[in-house]
């Protein structure tokens, strides 16, 4: 007997059918991020893809992308989880049993599957239910497209081995097709209402960014600025982060962008770098700031010119048609005719897509990158956090960036720079 094909609902045993019992209507009436049109517009979108790259049957097994085909949203986007989606016909998705909530009440989905784990006194491998869902709907003998490879920054789960060679082993009339990076590709260009999502997210970054500079004093540490940055983002209507944010304090700043923060106390004088996202229905809009406790230095003055002059460049090329390369070479080019000092280290990559996303990162959509070497070519409504940033390494770092989308007269802000790049504690308060 298979849990799925034959008695899935039966195996949901104790507390957890009771709550499916219990809730279904409510469940079915959750909140959708998007409409329903929004979902298939996704969807066709892929299906076309998929047309071109002779898949019939997309298994997607990457919960980002799975969110944001479906609207699926889950705290735990580690959990084995499929999403089936056939160029003819309706989705389905098949999931750990304790996901079916999050997967009724943020989508549309009518198709979902159980998987029932050795806690439900059953011994069936995962991949073997996989299997047996995809000849529940007929789809056995298609040309399946599965992601096996996937090149991101911290997203970017893979069909795991064994999920892969039972299919292959079990499926003889079916056909793989490596469709790794596929869904990612087609997440790089927003539709209207993603990019309304960013607009909305970037309130809640800068309401973040705000509350953080204010109360910048000598005496804080880096935890209590990000209480404050987190606290004012989630007030003001922001969501979990993809990624965690940054602060990072005085000679700690001049270390590594990714360095986390503990309890480093701020002194008179030092730089100190916030990096957060406000985030509107798991779309992140971040963006980097950095402030000075008192006076700059004349090589951090001309730092700062120096990067702000990268960030408008960069903006104002953010048109359709140019290069990623082109992007980052010319803020190469920029950062260079300043000639800060050696032992003030420039940042090599000065932008990557983001949008939709989940822990534990918000920028899924790698390769694309102002990274030199990066030869994809800007269109209308990619969204990119840029960034530039220097490092006087164990000393100090100053950082900035937005989040900006492509258009055809150059980058427009998603997040804002309404208030200084460099602020200035405590002179530059009145932002």
């Known amino acids: 007997m298979n849990p799925i094909t034959d008695r899935p609902k039966a195996l949901l045993e104790g507390e957890f059918q009771r709550i499916l019992q219990a809730s279904d209507s409510s469940l079915k009436n959750g909140e959708k991020p998007f409409p329903r049109e929004e979902f298939q517009l996704r969807q066709d979108r892929v299906r076309e893809m998929m047309r071109e790259r002779g898949i019939e049957l997309l298994l997607v097994n990457e919960a980002v992308n ?87 920054w911290g997203n970017g789960r893979s069909m ?14 079916a056909r793989f097709v490596d469709a790794s990076g596929l869904v990612n590709e087609a997440r790089t260009v927003k539709t209207e209402l993603e990019i309304e999502a960013l607009r909305q997210a970037g309130l809640y970054t800068v309401a973040g960014h705000k509350a953080a500079f204010k109360a910048l004093k000598p005496g804080m540490t880096e935890a209590e600025i990000a209480g404050l940055a987190y606290g004012a983002t989630f007030a003001a209507g922001g969501e979990s982060i993809g990624n965690q944010g940054l602060v990072a304090v005085g000679d700690k700043s001049g270390f590594a962008p990714h360095i986390p923060w503990k309890r480093h106390v701020i002194q008179t004088g030092d730089t100190v770098y916030v990096e957060h996202a406000g985030v509107h229905n798991n779309y992140n809009c971040p963006q980097m700031r950095t402030a ?42 920029i950062l260079e005719s300043y000639q800060l000092p050696d032992d003030v280290l420039p940042g090599d990559c000065f932008g990557y897509s983001v949008g939709f996303s989940m822990p534990p990162s918000w920028c ?68």
């Open 292 to 333: 000075i406790l008192g006076e700059p230095t004349a090589v951090q003055k001309k730092a700062d010119e120096a990067l702000q002059a990268v960030m408008k460049n960069t903006i104002a090329m953010m048109k359709p048609g140019v290069l990623c390369t082109d992007v980052a070479e010319a803020s190469r080019h």
């Open 160 to 173: 795991t081995i064994r999920d892969y060679e039972t299919l292959k082993k079990g499926l003889t009339k």
């Open 364 to 431: 899924p959509d790698a390769p694309l990158a102002f990274i030199e070497g990066c030869d994809i070519v800007l269109v209308p409504n990619m969204v990119f956090h840029t960034i530039t940033y220097v490092y006087s390494p164990g000393k100090w770092a100053i950082e900035l960036s937005e989040t900006v989308r492509v258009t055809e007269q150059g980058g427009e802000l998603l997040s804002t720079g309404e208030f200084p790049w460099l602020v200035r504690v405590p002179q530059d308060v009145n932002w």
């Open 66 to 152: 799975i969110g944001y085909l479906t609207g699926y949203d889950t705290i735990f986007p580690g959990c084995w989880v499929y999403l089936g989606l056939p160029l003819n016909g309706e989705p389905w998705m098949i999931g750990a049993d304790i996901e079916l909530t999050c997967a009724q009440y943020f989508t549309y989905l009518e198709n979902y599957e159980y998987m029932v784990g050795p806690e439900r006194g059953e011994h069936v491998a995962p991949g073997e239910q996989l299997m047996a869902c995809v000849n529940k709907y007929g789809q056995g003998n298609l040309a399946i497209g599965v992601e096996l490879d996937m090149a991101t």
